[in-house]
């Protein structure tokens, strides 16, 4: 079996991670994790979760999910409830810092997305590479307990915000993590300088760039 479609899936995605992650902490002190979490919360109704569904949509654990939010809660981007509909449940909640926070951080993100993702695949390949990781997914998930069930088939993307597993970075041997993503619905977007698209709701989109 050649290796090497494996490795070289493994090095590249390490690094973009890395890549967007640091960008998010240069600019804007975030994590490309934390990021994500106030991704997630953006697109939620009322722009909150349970804790568990939002570990699962992270694949977080549960202790995970909690020191995560527990760090955006001291920042002021998240706050923690009692669940209105399960009082045993615990919902984290994106402030309107939170909510700032991300539509300022978005335009980063998406010109890192557009640069060392689109801009390294030719418009030929995007949608083999779609077609892969979306096979790859729906095995996987085919095979699980537990699956996420928001696969966006466009995108490739997991759990609605389209294209990541927001987690730790993984090393270029086999490490899991951050699938660089971040997409939202057109639809009333207003276009930044960057490019990049933000709705309503504070949520980001990004395009594909024109190549030739």
Same mark, same amino acid.
């Given at each position: ?40 919360? $953006? ?61 300022? $951080? ?107």
């Amino acid at each position: 079996m050649d290796l090497g479609p494996w490795r070289a899936f493994l090095h590249a995605h390490a690094r973009l991670a890395r890549r967007l992650d640091e960008d998010l902490r240069d600019r804007h002190a975030l994590s490309l994790q934390e990021y994500e979490t106030l991704l997630h919360l $953006a697109e939620a109704p009322d722009h909150r979760l349970r804790m568990g569904r939002l570990a699962d949509s992270l694949l977080l654990s549960k202790s995970g999910v909690t020191r995560l939010v527990d760090r955006l809660v001291d920042d002021g981007l998240v706050e923690r409830s009692s669940c209105s509909s399960d009082a045993r449940g615990a919902e984290a909640a994106l402030t309107g810092t939170g909510l700032a926070r991300l539509r300022s $951080a978005a335009p980063t993100h998406l010109a890192g997305i557009r640069n060392h993702f689109y801009g390294a695949i030719d418009t030929a390949d995007l949608a083999v590479v779609g077609r892969v990781m979306s096979a790859i997914s729906s095995q996987l998930c085919a095979s699980a307990t537990v699956c996420d069930h928001d696969i966006d088939e466009e995108t490739g993307g997991t759990a609605r915000a389209r294209g990541r597993t927001a987690g730790a970075h993984g090393d270029a041997a086999g490490g899991h993590g951050d699938a660089a993503g971040g997409h939202g619905d057109a639809a009333g977007a207003h276009r930044d300088g960057a490019g990049a698209q933000l709705d309503a709701a504070g949520t980001p989109t990004v395009e594909s760039p024109a190549r030739t």
